[in-house]
């Protein structure tokens, strides 16, 4: 399968959550949370185009001047995203710096922040000493980020304070089978790109598209030319509790994802602390990849206690990820 995500964990299991998703073949990247990110080059770091914050708890932001440190001489814009209370967040980075000697840099930052309905979003750039500007807010749509690409969509979860989950999708490959086209005797033309919308607009298969060969139904010709290739998929979910309600809203972003990468803070006996501390035990992680679909489950973020054990960990989330511990119910 042709790679379009490129997926790097920005620090070892048991460090910081984190992971930057290069977009092959277009000189741009995805970040996911600012923590210690001992594993990305800053060569990576510059690439990257957006930054999607789960929440500012230290472990999730400490690196987040470092990276506009990085990104100062950056020409194109940079969005940065993250649950309500997020602006706030940026203008006190922000303001926690001197910025008299920094107006010639081109940076432009705009800050996002997502509360499942709304998107507010705030504009900071060095010519003006990243001063707040231009706050504004819109109703939010299917997605954050839709482009000819890639989408990517979020939920907020509960973790004492909200966390938003995130899912990258490749946007859905619509071919059409040149072999079949000459066999059948269609000459290539506009007609094709009729066919290709209808494909992704989803039209009934009675409907005539034309063609060379004059009107076809699209179901037709859907079924003889038309190659679909599923696009890759990536979750990001670190940091709540495995509550009924968190469970639900992480497992309706996440249906059907290729790779989930999740937090696993504690071990399978550990469930009492999870609770407490509002994280997932390895089997409560492995259980919400199964309930989801998830083709491969990649855990981050286990609880430094467990250096030096994170293989024992790994084996308690895919035995729970295979249906090998189902008697259990941690769900408070
Ligand atoms: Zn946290
Ligand atoms: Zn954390």
Redesign the pocket.
Known sequence: MRMKFLPQTAAPPCG??GLYVDIVGEGRGLLFDL?YAPRLPTRLLRRAQAVFVTHT?L??FVSAAQFIRLSITRGEPLHLWGPPGFIGNVDGLFRAFTWNVSEDYPLAVTAHEYDGAWVRSADFSARDRFVLSNRRRRKAGRALIEDPSLTLRAAVLDHGTPVLAYRLDEKTHININKDALQRLGYSPGGWIQNLKEAVLSGVRSSTPVETPLGPRPFGRLREELVILTEGQSIGYV??FAATRENLSRAAALLKGVHLLYI?TSFEASEARRARERNHLTTTQAGRLARRCGAKKVIPL?LSPKYLGQEKRLYEEVQAAFEGKKDNETNIR
Do not use: I
């Open positions: 910081d959550a923590g708890h472990d999730h670190v940091d937090e973020h």
